[in-house]
């Protein structure tokens, strides 16, 4: 059975950092793109960041360049999203998903199999 879950610190003080992870079993990393989305609320889900497993090239919507960093360890079927300076309208569910052909796509609809979501929140 396939699963994502992710974890991480849920409650940050803004200009904090915390490191969200994303476990996967049953499957591996190798063939697959890795992304992370997030929804806020009342808002739309949208993609923020993405790691291709063939060629290790990151992707990052323009709103979080600079303070997002996604990484992973194959060895541990585990993707990392970095967060750092974190702001008050990082505040969101943030999920993984996974696409079977490796492609980091912008469309939530692109993605096979996806986490139940972790719930980030800044204070200001």
């Known amino acids: 059975e396939v699963q994502l879950v992710e974890s991480g610190v849920g409650l940050v003080q803004a200009g904090g950092s915390l490191r969200l992870s994303c476990a996967a079993s049953g499957f591996t990393f190798d063939d697959y793109a890795i992304a992370w989305f997030r929804q806020a609320p009342g808002k739309e889900r949208e993609g923020v960041s993405c790691i291709s497993s063939t060629d290790g090239r990151t992707y990052y919507v323009d709103s979080v360049k600079g303070r997002f960093t996604i990484s992973s360890d194959n060895a541990k079927n585990t993707v990392y999203l970095q967060i750092n300076s974190l702001k008050p309208e990082d505040t969101a569910v943030y999920y993984c998903?996974?696409?079977?052909?490796?492609?980091?796509?912008?469309?939530?609809?692109?993605?096979?199999?996806w986490g139940q979501g972790t719930q980030v929140t800044v204070s200001s």
């Open positions: 998903a996974a696409e079977i052909f490796d492609y980091c796509s912008d469309h939530e609809d692109d993605y096979d199999y």
